[in-house]
Protein backbone atom coordinates (compact mmCIF):
# COMPACT_ATOMS: atom_id res chain seq x y z
CA UNK A 1 0.00 0.00 0.00
CA UNK A 2 1.15 3.39 -0.96
CA UNK A 3 2.14 5.82 1.98
CA UNK A 4 -1.51 7.71 1.56
CA UNK A 5 0.33 10.99 2.31
CA UNK A 6 4.45 12.01 0.78
CA UNK A 7 5.91 13.26 3.72
CA UNK A 8 9.19 15.74 2.86
CA UNK A 9 12.30 13.61 3.84
CA UNK A 10 13.00 16.29 6.36
CA UNK A 11 14.85 15.38 9.04
CA UNK A 12 13.99 11.71 8.31
CA UNK A 13 18.14 10.55 8.30
CA UNK A 14 19.41 8.28 11.43
CA UNK A 15 21.57 10.58 13.11
CA UNK A 16 24.60 7.54 13.96
CA UNK A 17 26.30 10.11 16.54
CA UNK A 18 23.19 9.72 19.33
CA UNK A 19 21.53 6.35 20.76
CA UNK A 20 18.20 6.16 19.47
CA UNK A 21 15.83 3.94 21.44
CA UNK A 22 14.72 1.90 18.32
CA UNK A 23 17.85 1.15 17.65
CA UNK A 24 18.88 0.60 21.27
CA UNK A 25 15.84 -2.17 20.90
CA UNK A 26 16.75 -3.55 17.87
CA UNK A 27 20.48 -4.80 19.45
CA UNK A 28 18.66 -6.38 22.28
CA UNK A 29 16.90 -8.04 19.71
CA UNK A 30 20.06 -8.82 18.31
CA UNK A 31 18.89 -7.03 14.85
CA UNK A 32 20.90 -5.34 12.37
CA UNK A 33 19.60 -1.94 12.23
CA UNK A 34 21.67 -0.25 14.82
CA UNK A 35 24.82 2.06 15.21
CA UNK A 36 28.06 1.28 17.88
CA UNK A 37 26.87 4.02 19.48
CA UNK A 38 23.40 2.17 20.18
CA UNK A 39 25.19 -1.01 20.63
CA UNK A 40 27.32 0.84 23.24
CA UNK A 41 24.00 1.83 25.00
CA UNK A 42 22.62 -1.20 25.16
CA UNK A 43 25.83 -2.42 26.92
CA UNK A 44 25.84 0.28 29.52
CA UNK A 45 22.15 -0.82 30.00
CA UNK A 46 22.92 -4.88 29.83
CA UNK A 47 25.81 -3.45 32.40
CA UNK A 48 22.90 -2.54 35.44
CA UNK A 49 21.17 -5.59 34.58
CA UNK A 50 21.45 -8.84 32.79
CA UNK A 51 17.78 -8.97 32.44
CA UNK A 52 17.53 -6.17 29.72
CA UNK A 53 17.39 -8.45 26.77
CA UNK A 54 15.86 -10.90 28.46
CA UNK A 55 12.62 -8.44 28.45
CA UNK A 56 13.08 -7.15 25.48
CA UNK A 57 12.27 -10.34 23.69
CA UNK A 58 9.23 -11.30 26.49
CA UNK A 59 8.04 -7.84 25.44
CA UNK A 60 8.12 -8.69 21.24
CA UNK A 61 6.85 -11.71 22.35
CA UNK A 62 3.67 -10.48 24.31
CA UNK A 63 2.79 -7.97 21.32
CA UNK A 64 2.90 -10.90 18.80
CA UNK A 65 0.34 -13.50 21.23
CA UNK A 66 -1.58 -10.45 21.50
CA UNK A 67 -1.38 -9.50 18.18
CA UNK A 68 -2.31 -12.97 17.10
CA UNK A 69 -5.52 -13.00 19.27
CA UNK A 70 -6.65 -10.07 18.38
CA UNK A 71 -6.50 -11.67 14.77
CA UNK A 72 -7.99 -15.00 15.92
CA UNK A 73 -11.10 -13.15 17.74
CA UNK A 74 -11.81 -11.17 14.10
CA UNK A 75 -10.35 -7.83 14.65
CA UNK A 76 -9.31 -7.22 10.82
CA UNK A 77 -7.29 -3.46 11.37
CA UNK A 78 -4.07 -3.34 13.64
CA UNK A 79 -2.60 0.30 14.04
CA UNK A 80 1.00 -0.66 15.67
CA UNK A 81 2.30 2.74 17.42
CA UNK A 82 6.07 3.16 17.82
CA UNK A 83 5.71 -0.31 16.26
CA UNK A 84 9.75 -0.62 16.03
CA UNK A 85 11.74 -2.26 13.19
CA UNK A 86 9.01 -4.52 11.08
CA UNK A 87 11.70 -7.65 11.71
CA UNK A 88 9.86 -10.70 12.39
CA UNK A 89 8.33 -11.63 14.69
CA UNK A 90 6.45 -7.82 14.22
CA UNK A 91 2.88 -6.83 14.37
CA UNK A 92 2.81 -7.18 10.39
CA UNK A 93 4.01 -10.83 10.38
CA UNK A 94 2.22 -11.48 13.66
CA UNK A 95 -1.37 -10.33 12.00
CA UNK A 96 -0.90 -11.73 8.49
CA UNK A 97 0.66 -14.95 9.99
CA UNK A 98 -3.47 -15.42 11.25
CA UNK A 99 -4.83 -13.41 7.78
CA UNK A 100 -2.73 -11.80 5.16
CA UNK A 101 -5.84 -9.72 4.53
CA UNK A 102 -5.58 -7.91 7.95
CA UNK A 103 -4.52 -4.40 7.55
CA UNK A 104 -1.99 -3.01 9.83
CA UNK A 105 -0.69 0.42 9.83
CA UNK A 106 2.65 1.00 11.68
CA UNK A 107 4.13 4.31 12.73
CA UNK A 108 7.30 5.64 14.65
CA UNK A 109 9.22 8.58 14.80
CA UNK A 110 12.35 7.25 13.85
CA UNK A 111 13.70 7.35 10.86
CA UNK A 112 15.46 4.63 11.08
CA UNK A 113 12.32 2.34 11.34
CA UNK A 114 10.63 4.45 8.72
CA UNK A 115 13.02 3.21 6.24
CA UNK A 116 13.14 -0.43 6.86
CA UNK A 117 9.62 -0.08 6.41
CA UNK A 118 9.82 0.92 2.99
CA UNK A 119 11.88 -1.97 2.31
CA UNK A 120 10.43 -5.41 1.35
CA UNK A 121 9.87 -6.86 4.67
CA UNK A 122 5.69 -5.45 4.11
CA UNK A 123 5.18 -6.61 0.61
CA UNK A 124 3.38 -9.64 2.19
CA UNK A 125 0.78 -8.59 3.34
CA UNK A 126 -2.02 -5.49 3.68
CA UNK A 127 -0.52 -2.76 5.27
CA UNK A 128 2.02 0.53 5.63
CA UNK A 129 4.53 2.02 8.21
CA UNK A 130 4.37 5.52 8.37
CA UNK A 131 6.36 8.37 10.24
CA UNK A 132 4.33 9.59 12.88
CA UNK A 133 5.17 11.18 16.52
CA UNK A 134 2.63 10.08 19.70
CA UNK A 135 3.36 13.82 20.71
CA UNK A 136 1.15 14.71 17.46
CA UNK A 137 -1.57 11.87 17.79
CA UNK A 138 -3.96 14.15 15.64
CA UNK A 139 -1.42 14.06 12.93
CA UNK A 140 -1.52 10.49 13.77
CA UNK A 141 -5.25 9.85 12.91
CA UNK A 142 -5.26 12.12 10.26
CA UNK A 143 -3.18 9.70 8.07
CA UNK A 144 -5.02 6.75 9.35
CA UNK A 145 -8.32 8.65 8.07
CA UNK A 146 -8.21 6.97 4.52
CA UNK A 147 -7.15 3.74 5.68
CA UNK A 148 -8.86 2.47 8.52
CA UNK A 149 -12.51 1.57 8.95
CA UNK A 150 -13.72 3.31 12.39
CA UNK A 151 -17.12 1.78 12.68
CA UNK A 152 -15.56 -1.28 13.36
CA UNK A 153 -12.97 -2.80 15.83
CA UNK A 154 -9.38 -1.88 15.85
CA UNK A 155 -6.32 -3.38 17.76
CA UNK A 156 -4.50 -0.38 18.93
CA UNK A 157 -1.23 -1.49 20.23
CA UNK A 158 0.95 0.58 22.00
CA UNK A 159 4.04 -1.47 23.65
CA UNK A 160 6.72 -0.16 25.15
CA UNK A 161 6.54 3.14 23.91
CA UNK A 162 4.89 5.38 26.22
CA UNK A 163 7.77 4.79 28.95
CA UNK A 164 9.52 7.47 26.43
CA UNK A 165 6.76 10.42 26.67
CA UNK A 166 7.59 12.27 30.19
CA UNK A 167 4.82 12.99 32.35
CA UNK A 168 4.74 16.83 31.21
CA UNK A 169 3.42 15.84 27.97
CA UNK A 170 0.26 13.96 29.41
CA UNK A 171 0.96 10.57 27.87
CA UNK A 172 -2.63 9.33 29.14
CA UNK A 173 -4.13 12.26 27.40
CA UNK A 174 -2.26 11.71 24.27
CA UNK A 175 -3.63 8.12 24.17
CA UNK A 176 -6.98 9.20 24.92
CA UNK A 177 -6.79 11.08 21.62
CA UNK A 178 -5.98 8.05 19.64
CA UNK A 179 -8.46 5.97 21.36
CA UNK A 180 -11.23 8.46 20.35
CA UNK A 181 -12.46 7.38 17.39
CA UNK A 182 -12.10 3.44 18.36
CA UNK A 183 -15.24 1.06 17.83
CA UNK A 184 -16.88 -0.82 20.58
CA UNK A 185 -15.20 -4.25 20.36
CA UNK A 186 -11.62 -2.24 19.68
CA UNK A 187 -8.55 -3.40 21.61
CA UNK A 188 -5.70 -1.88 23.57
CA UNK A 189 -2.38 -3.58 23.70
CA UNK A 190 -0.14 -1.61 25.80
CA UNK A 191 3.09 -2.78 28.01
CA UNK A 192 5.24 -0.60 30.16
CA UNK A 193 8.41 -0.58 31.96
CA UNK A 194 6.89 -1.30 36.16
CA UNK A 195 8.40 0.01 38.89
CA UNK A 196 6.36 -3.07 40.53
CA UNK A 197 8.96 -5.64 40.26
CA UNK A 198 11.69 -3.79 38.81
CA UNK A 199 14.64 -3.09 41.83
CA UNK A 200 14.76 0.45 42.29
CA UNK A 201 18.59 0.72 41.83
CA UNK A 202 18.24 -1.12 38.32
CA UNK A 203 15.48 1.87 37.56
CA UNK A 204 17.65 4.19 38.30
CA UNK A 205 20.70 2.64 36.48
CA UNK A 206 18.50 2.15 33.22
CA UNK A 207 16.73 5.86 33.69
CA UNK A 208 20.68 6.63 33.92
CA UNK A 209 21.51 4.79 30.95
CA UNK A 210 19.14 6.33 28.45
CA UNK A 211 19.82 10.09 29.41
CA UNK A 212 22.19 10.51 26.18
CA UNK A 213 19.36 8.94 23.73
CA UNK A 214 16.88 10.57 21.82
CA UNK A 215 14.27 9.90 24.28
CA UNK A 216 14.64 9.36 28.03
CA UNK A 217 12.92 6.44 29.52
CA UNK A 218 10.68 6.71 32.42
CA UNK A 219 9.35 3.36 35.00
CA UNK A 220 6.10 4.01 35.94
CA UNK A 221 3.96 1.82 38.68
CA UNK A 222 1.42 -0.40 37.94
CA UNK A 223 -1.34 1.49 39.19
CA UNK A 224 -0.21 4.46 36.53
CA UNK A 225 -0.33 2.13 33.37
CA UNK A 226 -3.32 0.48 34.95
CA UNK A 227 -4.73 4.36 33.82
CA UNK A 228 -3.67 3.74 30.26
CA UNK A 229 -6.34 1.05 30.16
CA UNK A 230 -9.46 3.42 31.76
CA UNK A 231 -12.95 2.57 30.47
CA UNK A 232 -11.30 -0.99 28.69
CA UNK A 233 -12.24 -4.14 30.40
CA UNK A 234 -9.12 -6.32 30.28
CA UNK A 235 -8.70 -9.68 29.21
CA UNK A 236 -7.45 -12.65 31.49
CA UNK A 237 -4.77 -12.36 33.22
CA UNK A 238 -5.32 -8.99 33.42
CA UNK A 239 -1.56 -6.64 33.88
CA UNK A 240 0.88 -8.96 34.67
CA UNK A 241 4.73 -9.23 33.61
CA UNK A 242 4.46 -9.32 29.55
CA UNK A 243 6.11 -12.88 29.84
CA UNK A 244 3.21 -14.33 32.14
CA UNK A 245 0.35 -12.80 29.54
CA UNK A 246 -1.03 -15.94 28.24
CA UNK A 247 2.77 -17.78 27.56
CA UNK A 248 2.64 -20.24 24.68
CA UNK A 249 5.39 -21.27 22.68
CA UNK A 250 7.00 -18.74 21.23
CA UNK A 251 10.35 -17.93 19.87
CA UNK A 252 12.40 -16.70 23.23
CA UNK A 253 9.82 -18.60 26.08
CA UNK A 254 12.81 -20.35 27.98
CA UNK A 255 14.75 -17.26 27.95
CA UNK A 256 14.63 -16.87 31.73
CA UNK A 257 18.03 -15.28 32.86
CA UNK A 258 18.85 -16.75 36.46
CA UNK A 259 19.80 -13.90 37.91
CA UNK A 260 17.90 -13.20 41.20
CA UNK A 261 17.94 -9.34 42.24
CA UNK A 262 18.40 -7.59 38.97
CA UNK A 263 14.77 -7.92 37.73
CA UNK A 264 13.36 -5.88 35.19
CA UNK A 265 9.55 -6.05 34.44
CA UNK A 266 7.24 -4.73 31.86
CA UNK A 267 3.97 -5.15 32.26
CA UNK A 268 1.35 -5.34 29.48
CA UNK A 269 -2.56 -6.21 29.22
CA UNK A 270 -4.98 -6.28 26.89
CA UNK A 271 -7.86 -3.80 27.46
CA UNK A 272 -11.68 -4.54 25.38
CA UNK A 273 -13.57 -1.13 24.54
CA UNK A 274 -17.08 -2.46 26.16
CA UNK A 275 -20.14 -2.28 23.53
C1 LIG B 1 11.26 -0.17 22.98
S1 LIG B 1 10.76 0.09 21.31
C2 LIG B 1 9.28 -0.91 21.21
C3 LIG B 1 8.98 -1.34 19.81
C4 LIG B 1 7.70 -2.16 19.64
N1 LIG B 1 6.54 -1.37 20.03
C5 LIG B 1 7.73 -3.44 20.45
O1 LIG B 1 7.07 -3.49 21.50
O2 LIG B 1 8.42 -4.38 20.07
C6 LIG B 1 10.07 1.73 21.43
C7 LIG B 1 9.67 2.29 20.08
O3 LIG B 1 8.89 3.47 20.28
C8 LIG B 1 9.31 4.44 19.35
N2 LIG B 1 9.01 5.77 19.91
C9 LIG B 1 9.55 6.35 21.01
N3 LIG B 1 9.02 7.57 21.20
C10 LIG B 1 8.12 7.75 20.20
C11 LIG B 1 7.26 8.83 19.84
N4 LIG B 1 7.22 9.96 20.55
N5 LIG B 1 6.47 8.68 18.75
C12 LIG B 1 6.51 7.54 18.00
N6 LIG B 1 7.33 6.49 18.29
C13 LIG B 1 8.12 6.60 19.38
C14 LIG B 1 10.80 4.21 19.20
O4 LIG B 1 11.32 4.80 18.02
C15 LIG B 1 10.85 2.69 19.19
O5 LIG B 1 10.72 2.16 17.91
Redesign the pocket.
Given at each position: MDDPRERPAGDAEPDPGVA???????A??DGTDHFPVDEEAAARVIARTPWAKPV?RF??A??VRAVENAARAGIGQIV??????PNDP??FSAAWGVDPGILVVG????PM?VARGRSSALASGRGTLLR?????PWAILEDLEPLVDWSRPVAL?????L???PDDRDPWGLLRVLRGPMAPGSRLVL?HSSTDGTAPEVVAGVEDAYQSA??QIKYRSDEQILAFFEGTTLLDPGLVAVQDWRPGPDRWAGEIPDVPGSVVRVAGAVGVLPA
Open positions: SVARIYDYLANRFMDIGCGMSAFDNDVGDVLDVVTAVQFISTA
